[in-house]
């Protein structure tokens, strides 16, 4: 390490390369500056055919830049790029990526809600033919192909803005499968994959670089990242700090080049003997098809987990408690008063809060401020007695939110857009603890942060909860319900299977559970 330093896939040739094995990608001297602020330093970055290149960071290390400078999105200030001998002195336009073969699958997916899953997929394919009818018939052949590299079923009718994060995510991966590429930039590609569709991505990528495509790997998940890498840059607030052979990396120093300290080491919480009082007691819940005769409790300051495969359940189930889709049968109790929960306003009014799973389209208003998101959902609390919703009072509450979570922002008034994904969870995080919940519900607490930003919003849920709230977290993530549950409860095809707690709390006891 230098410190600074199975299927069958068919692919097209639209771009006529004889010898995908000298194709070679490489940013020198990149540099960018947006206002005061230098996003990237004389960066240094290369590819090659037929390789897998993590690109690590915390969340505003400049990342994201580079992959829009490699994409033409944005124009470097300085420094040059070189696509297999050719010079682009000044960086080059999104035609030009695209014709050097450079496809990018961007974190926010990209993807058109209005359209089904087959049109996404072979949207861009048909782009490219400039023909001026759209064949559903070549769509679907298009996006079967495409699918079945990726081992997945999905339904190509569906519009795609009915489709879950997961099968987004899918989606969009299949959609850069299905047009010709020498370099494929996945930026957070498994962000809301369980770990069996990881595995099968992880498949899709070697059987590609087998065929000498390059791919940058972008992940928050460092176990991840070793796997899955031949090479790792590191880069830390805008500079290159490290980059080598991924064999010459182990967690503890992958984690130490992203965050310039060592890795937090943070034990599980112990219950105290004494019985805290009940805040959330759920009797046999159930909704015909998506879980059935749920029982659990959970205590003040306890932290209780779910986990589960996708389709066990466990993600309707948290939808259920905060009344998104309502169950049909079964009780939920909050702080010892039983509430018919049927829409959203009925948990809030009952004291529970939810933190989603998808932060940009459900938990935040992306194009409005900071103060108006963490406002949102308490506008009952801070209207004067006519109902007026006051602007200083709106601020000072923002304000003191902003200062008590650590959110890094230019100002209250910026919108929340323009923040790093690890400081948009704590805005979502920081509107419902302006209401002081009995009860916060959060699924996938630390999705697409960086390891800097997690420890952060573990720190801030430990506090939270010995302040007395009750926490119920749903993750993928098995490390994390380790590191912050009392109690784990393991759900399957709709049924609670499982409750460990104490020392059976650990990963590998989670997953022979999730697995059985």
């Given amino acids: 390490m230098n410190r600074v330093a199975e299927p069958e896939l068919h692919l097209n040739t639209s771009h006529n390369l004889t010898n995908r094995d000298k194709f070679e990608f490489q940013m020198t001297g990149i540099s960018k500056q947006f206002g005061g602020v230098r996003a990237l330093d004389g960066v240094d970055f290369a590819v090659s055919a037929g390789s897998v290149h993590c690109l690590a960071g915390e969340n505003g290390c400049g990342k994201s830049t580079l992959i829009k400078i490699a994409s033409g999105v944005l124009k470097p200030d300085g420094g040059i790029i070189s696509v297999t001998g050719r010079t682009y002195a000044h960086g080059f336009s999104p035609r030009e990526s695209i014709k050097s073969g450079v496809e990018v699958i961007y974190q926010d997916l990209s993807l058109l809600p209005n359209l089904t899953v087959a049109e996404n997929i072979a949207l861009a394919v048909h782009a490219g033919t400039g023909r001026w009818f759209f064949s559903q018939r070549e769509a679907r052949r298009i996006a079967t192909r495409a699918l079945d590299q990726l081992h997945v079923s999905l339904e190509l009718n569906t519009l795609v803005g009915d489709l879950t994060i997961a099968a987004k995510q899918l989606t969009a991966i299949a959609r850069a499968l299905a047009r010709d590429a020498r370099l494929i930039f996945m930026d957070e590609p498994t962000t809301a994959l369980t770990w069996r569709e990881v595995e099968a991505l992880f498949v899709i990528v070697r059987q590609l670089t087998a065929k000498g495509v390059a791919v940058v790997f972008v992940s928050h998940k460092l176990n991840e990242v070793l796997d899955i890498s031949d090479q790792i840059t590191v880069l830390r607030n805008g500079h290159l700090v490290a980059k080598g052979p991924a064999r010459e990396f182990d967690r503890a120093a992958l984690s130490r080049a992203m965050t310039g300290h060592e890795e937090a080491v943070i034990n599980p919480p112990i219950m105290s003997n004494e019985q805290k009082p009940v805040l959330l007691d759920v009797q046999g819940l159930t909704a015909p098809g998506r879980f059935a005769n749920v029982s659990f409790a959970v205590r003040q300051n306890e932290i209780v987990g779910f986990a589960g495969l996708l389709g066990s359940g466990a993600s309707e189930l948290v939808e259920a408690l905060f009344g998104i889709a309502p169950a049909d049968e079964g009780t939920i109790s909050v702080t010892g008063q039983q509430r018919h929960i049927r829409r959203p306003t009925d948990a809030i009014n009952a004291g529970i809060g939810y933190v989603p799973g998808d932060r940009l389209s459900q938990g935040l208003f992306l194009n409005l401020p900071i103060d108006t998101n963490i406002a949102a959902a308490s506008v009952d609390l801070i209207g004067n007695r006519l109902g007026l919703l006051i602007p200083g009072e709106i601020k000072a509450n923002a304000q003191k939110m902003v200062s008590e979570l650590q959110i890094k922002a230019s100002s209250v008034s910026a919108p929340v857009s323009s923040l790093s994904g690890g400081n948009q969870q704590r805005v979502v995080l920081a509107k419902w603890l302006q209401r002081k919940p009995s009860v916060l519900l959060l699924n996938g607490p630390s999705v697409g942060v960086d390891i800097g930003s997690k420890e952060e919003m573990h720190r801030l849920l430990r506090q939270l909860n010995q302040e007395g709230t009750a926490i119920l977290v749903l993750s993928d993530?098995?490390?994390?319900?380790?590191?912050?549950?009392?109690?784990?409860?393991?759900?399957?095809?709709?049924?609670?299977?499982?409750?460990?707690?104490?020392?059976?709390?650990?990963?590998?006891?989670?997953?022979?559970?999730?697995l059985a």
């Fill in 477 to 514: 993530d098995i490390s994390e319900l380790v590191a912050l549950c009392n109690r784990v409860l393991v759900m399957s095809k709709g049924r609670l299977i499982a409750e460990l707690a104490g020392s059976e709390v650990n990963e590998k006891t989670i997953l022979q559970e999730m």
